[in-house]
Structure formats: structure tokens, C-alpha cells
């Protein structure tokens, strides 16, 4: 498989939308860990635009790398093997001591937590109990590493299995043309709104079955779409018309926000914003795809650091959301300079994470990186010197490896 550059930006920008949204969940009325003193009732409106479809969009671009991944591996065990090592590796990190600082910041901003973080981290956390609601330990936003895995492992066992007819031929007519629009936007419908009732996922990975239903299958698109160069065709056709169906889609679940705002939105309307929701989930999703391979299917200098940084950043960006707010709380800013404050903080606390993580050999693993060989590391840490002491700017390298998405 030749490498697309369109759809590592994709992924680039899809994380990148994840952060910001989690940033703008602290001034939401939606819950949250940590929450500003007054939230912003017309931020649900804009959070709208990237809700239905920023997961749907992050398993079908990990379903197209895990194509790519699968490739290269040379057989089904060394596929498995590795994706283990590149999720579980990192989830169990962050279960430990990535994700506890947030559920301390929700005790004790939320529930009266009177404790410390060091005795909560060594007496409470690890209790395996609910502390006042708050279930611990957790997991908090790495469930979609947990999915991802799991997924992956279902995979491969399908792998495994004798297959009698070409599936990827079948998944080229199944989904060539407009099919690639109407589609799964009528699966959705009827997975999520006809038999069931979907407004969100519960991030139990055992009794989620609603959500498996609409994210497994976008994984296994995803995985079907890396060698399909008709469906990836009929995305770059169809992608302004699917554009166009996205923002009326939008328009119409705004409309609905806007004069039933949070929970009261009348059951005459509960379906029908559903059945938008889901219409605007896929029309965005093929509208980016077509994009990423009409315009975006180029290389950057910066890329290859991009491609690598972005599974870090997502380790570690909501720790930093939440940490960051509870430290601005004191000073009753107010949400808007909060936000402004806070948007920058993240980027440079994720920056260092990354920056610090990569350089030392035995915390890759631990943000999902691979390791150095010493002869790689020693070579990288002399062109790193070389490079500050001509002048040579970090944001102008080309790292010389070509890091496999997360």
C-alpha cells in the first residue's frame, strides 16, 4: 500500500478537533470532570458541529491504518501482537497515572473530596468501588483505546476465518458510487434511531452495544476503504453534495438546540433530531474523506512529527484540560478568558509530553511510541545538536522515520 498523506491529516485534524472539544466541555452545560463557575448555554450549539461524527470519523480512519499496519505485519499474530503493544501498553499507563488526577479534580470540585491527591491516588483510587457516584479506577476518555483494541482483536479473529467469496471486491460494488453516501447513513438511521434509541455512548465497553453497532462497523469501513479505489472514488464525487447534506443536517439539530435546550426536547422532536444526527455523522465523514483525497494527499516537512505526536496528545490532553482549569478556578476569570488561557496551556502541555516522552527510550512504549535501537538513538540525539547549533528550527526538520498511526 502506498502511504496517504490525505488521510494522515485527516487523522491529524480529527484529533485536533477532539482536543478543542474537550477543551470547550469545561464551558458547556453538559457534564463534565472539571466545570467553569458559569457555563456558556450557546456553546452546545456549536459543539454540535463536530458531535455526531468526530468518533465515527477517528474509527474509520483507524479502521484505513490498521489496513496499512496489517500489511506490513507479515501475518495475523505479528498484527495482533503489535497492536497490543501500541494500545494496551499505553492504556494500562494512563489508567495508572494519566487519568486519576481527573477523577480526583471531579471529587473534589464536584463530590467534597477533602483528601489530597497523593492519599486519593494510594487509598482511593484503586478501590475498584464507586466513590460517591464516581466509579474507580477509570478509564475516562482512553475508552476509545479500549474499543479500538477490541476491535482490532475481532479483526483478526475474522482474519483468521476461510473466506470463500472476495470480500473486498463484494465491499467495492456494495459501496461504489452514491451507495457510499446513502448507505451507511440508512444503517445508522435504522441501527441507532429505528431499533434503537442512541443519544450517546455509556463508555462500558460490555454494555455498549448500541455504540458497537455504529463504531465497529465504521472501523471495519475504514479497514475495507484502504484498498478501494472505487469507494474512495465516489467520496471524491460526492463529497460537496455530502457537505451540503452535513450543514442542513446540522442546521436542523442546531434549530431543535436552540428552542429545547439540554434535556427538553419534545418527544415529537426526540426522533427526528436523532435521524439528523445521524445523517449529519456520515454526510461529514464522506465529505472529509473526499476531501482528504482531493486536496489533502500531499506530503509537509512537519507531517511526520504530526502523525507521531497526535496518539500523545491524546494520552495526555484531557488531564492537562482538566488540571488547567482547576488551577484557573481560584482566580474567577470568568469563561472566556479561562478558555483563552486554557487552549494554549493544553497544546503546550501536550507539546512537552510528546517532546519529553519521545526522547526517552523507555517512555515511548508508554505513550505509544516504538522503541529506539541505541545505534538509532544515538544518531537522532547528534542530528538534534547539529540542527540547534546551524540554526535549523524544530518546525522546519523532517524526521527521518516514517511513524505508523496509532
Request: with cysteine; aromatic share 14%; charged share 15%.
Amino acid at each position: 500500500m502506498e502511504r496517504h498523506y490525505g488521510m494522515d491529516w485527516l487523522r491529524i485534524g480529527a484529533f485536533a478537533v477532539l482536543i478543542l472539544y474537550h477543551t470547550a466541555m469545561v464551558f458547556t452545560p453538559w457534564g463534565f470532570h472539571v466545570k467553569t463557575a458559569q457555563p456558556v448555554e450557546w456553546l452546545s450549539v456549536a459543539m454540535l458541529i463536530s458531535n455526531p461524527w468526530r468518533l465515527t470519523l477517528l474509527f474509520v480512519v483507524s479502521g484505513y491504518a490498521s489496513r496499512a499496519l496489517f500489511a506490513k505485519s507479515g501475518g495475523v499474530g505479528r498484527f495482533l501482537t503489535s497492536r497490543a503493544s501500541r494500545l494496551l501498553v499505553p492504556l494500562a499507563f494512563g489508567v495508572a497515572l494519566i487519568v486519576p488526577p481527573q477523577s480526583w479534580v471531579e471529587l473534589v470540585t464536584q463530590h467534597e473530596y477533602d483528601r489530597g491527591f497523593g492519599y486519593f491516588l494510594v487509598h482511593d483510587y484503586f478501590a475498584f468501588a464507586a466513590n460517591d457516584g464516581v466509579g474507580l479506577p477509570t478509564w475516562n476518555h482512553l475508552w476509545f483505546v479500549g474499543y479500538l483494541f477490541a476491535y482490532t482483536a475481532v479483526l483478526g479473529l475474522l482474519l483468521l476465518v476461510p473466506r470463500p467469496v472476495r470480500l473486498q471486491e463484494w465491499f467495492d460494488r456494495a459501496f461504489g458510487g452514491w451507495r457510499a453516501l446513502v448507505l451507511p447513513v440508512a444503517y445508522l438511521v435504522l441501527s441507532q434511531v429505528i431499533v434503537f434509541h442512541r443519544w450517546s455512548d455509556s463508555q462500558d465497553l460490555i454494555h455498549d452495544g448500541v455504540a458497537h453497532l455504529a463504531y465497529f462497523p465504521a472501523f471495519l469501513f475504514g479497514f475495507g476503504l484502504a484498498r478501494s479505489a472505487p469507494v474512495m472514488a465516489a467520496f471524491v464525487r460526492w463529497w460537496k453534495p455530502a457537505a451540503l447534506l452535513a450543514v442542513a443536517s446540522y442546521a436542523f439539530g442546531a434549530a431543535i438546540e436552540v428552542n429545547y435546550a439540554g434535556d427538553h426536547v419534545p418527544d415529537a422532536l426526540s426522533d427526528p433530531m436523532l435521524i439528523a444526527h445521524q445523517i449529519q455523522c456520515w454526510a461529514a465523514v464522506a465529505a472529509l474523506i473526499g476531501v482528504a483525497e482531493r486536496h489533502l494527499n500531499r506530503d509537509a516537512a512537519i507531517r511526520p512529527m504530526l502523525t507521531e505526536a497526535v496518539f500523545p496528545f491524546y494520552l495526555i490532553h484531557q488531564t492537562v484540560i482538566v488540571l488547567g482549569e482547576y488551577a484557573l478556578q481560584p482566580f474567577g476569570l470568568g469563561a472566556a478568558a479561562e478558555f483563552a488561557i486554557l487552549v494554549p496551556v493544553t497544546v503546550a502541555g501536550c507539546w512537552a509530553f510528546y517532546l519529553f516522552g519521545r526522547e526517552v527510550n523507555w517512555l515511548r512504549p508508554l505513550i505509544g511510541l516504538r522503541r529506539r535501537v541505541a545505534r538509532a538513538t544515538a544518531r537522532r540525539h547528534d542530528n538534534i545538536l547539529q540542527s540547534l547549533v546551524a540554526g535549523d528550527p524544530w518546525w522546519r526538520r523532517r524526521d527521518r522515520a516514517q511513524p505508523d498511526p496509532a
